[in-house]
Structures are given as C-alpha cells and as structure tokens.
T-cell receptor, first 110, second 116 residues
Framework: SQQGEEDPQALSIQEGENATMNCSYK?????LQWYRQNSGRGLVHLIL?????REKHSGRLRVTLDTSKKSSSLLITASRAADTASYFC??????????FGSGTRLQVQP | EAGVVQSPRYKIIEKKQPVAFWCNPI?????LYWYLQNLGQGPELLIR????????DSQLPKDRFSAERLKGVDSTLKIQPAELGDSAVYLC??????????????FGPGTRLTVL
C-alpha cells in the first residue's frame, strides 16, 4: 500500500525555473525521504528530514516538513535538463521500512 | 565503493515458469530489502532482512514467492510459478545497520521481469 501521495503527478518546466513537488502521508513518521529515479535507472537518495525538523537544504534542494498537516514539499531551484526524472517521497515509520508514494514525473525542457 | 548489484537486468519468461533474481548488497550493509515496482508507481516492500533473518515479510506472497539470504550477504528472490501480474521491476536495496530512525537506502538498478 502507498503511504504517500505526490502532487502533481506530472510537471513540465523550462530550464532555470524552480520545481515544487508536494507529498502527503497518512500516519506518524520517524523521518521522510526524497528519492530520484531516472528513466531505466535505480533510485537515488536525495535528502532526509526527521520528524522534529521543519526545513532542510542540500545544494539546489530544499525540503520542508509539516507534521501537523502530514505533508512535505521538495523544491528544486534553477532546474536543469538533467533533473528530468521521477521524484518519490518515502516515509519511515516504526517498522523502519520505506513506504513510497506514487511519484511526480518532472520534465525539464532545455 | 561498488553499489548494489543485481542480476539479471532483464528477464522474459512464460507464465507458470520459475524465475530467480540475485542481489549483492553494498559491503558491510546488514539490512537488505526487496521491493516490487509496477509501472508508474513507487516501490513496495516485499521483504526485509537483518543479516540472514527475514524480519519483515508480511507483504511477500508466500504461495509463490520465496527469498533467502544465506550467510547474511547475497540474497535471492524466487517466483514459482510466475503469473502475468508479476511483470514488474524488482529492486534490491541495502542499508547500514538500523540505528534509531536513520534509514537511507541504496538501491540497485533492478531486474525488469516480463511474464508472457
């Protein structure tokens, strides 16, 4: 079963623009992670935010977490064509297993 | 450092045939996971190993799926017999020993299974 729901399901932007993806989840979490998956390749971990954190940065990535609303957002600034991929949020509960959402497919036009 | 290795990368079989997937995790990673990913969806956990012990196999369809991780390193996932609905990508992931809530996982490239 999918814990998270990403929004939008698909996003198309021009190179240089910012991309924002949202994730909502259902149960209490230990942490929330974002992964990227390029076409035909495996998943790559991008960033992890713990339940007691509200915002985290890594390079051009900014993640926010609102546990009261059970939601998170991923912002990619100054997007590049190489950012074209599917982005998944995944939550960690007491079971310590990742529960993934259905993903946002991002297309960055050169 | 070598990543998670999976083989084969692609497999095409006819329904009712058996199939097996192999995974070699990152050296030193105690925890190993098998996920199933359907087209357009996120991965779903099938089984999680801590060393050689399967600690969470609640999502594994045990009538046809089986897995093993002998010696706590390599792992094999088997389907027997395969059904049309098993067509998907099977992902293997590993992570260092679980501690607290930190749980970054490292994924292999996956095996794309097509059942005809």
């Amino acid at each position: 079963s999918q814990q998270g729901e990403e929004d939008p399901q698909a996003l198309s932007i021009q190179e240089g623009e910012n991309a924002t993806m949202n994730c909502s989840y259902k149960t209490s979490i230990n942490n929330l992670q974002w992964y990227r998956q390029n076409s035909g390749r495996g998943l790559v971990h991008l960033i992890l935010i713990r339940s007691n954190e509200r915002e985290k940065h890594s390079g051009r990535l900014r993640v926010t977490l609102d546990t009261s609303k059970k939601s998170s957002s991923l912002l990619i600034t100054a997007s590049r064509a190489a950012d074209t991929a599917s982005y998944f949020c995944a939550t960690v509960t007491g079971r310590r297993a990742l529960t993934f959402g259905s993903g946002t497919r991002l297309q960055v036009q050169p | 450092e070598a990543g998670v290795v999976q083989s084969p990368r692609y497999k095409i079989i006819e329904k009712k045939q058996p199939v097996a997937f192999w995974c070699n995790p990152i050296s030193g990673h105690n925890t190993l996971y098998w996920y199933l990913q359907n087209l357009g969806q996120g991965p779903e956990l099938l089984i999680r190993y801590e060393n050689e012990e399967a600690v969470d196999d609640s999502q594994l369809p045990k009538d046809r799926f089986s897995a093993e991780r002998l010696k706590g390193v390599d792992s094999t996932l088997k389907i027997q017999p395969a059904e049309l609905g098993d067509s998907a990508v099977y992902l293997c992931a590993s992570s260092p020993r679980t501690s607290g809530s930190y749980n970054e996982q490292f994924f292999g490239p996956g095996t794309r299974l097509t059942v005809l």
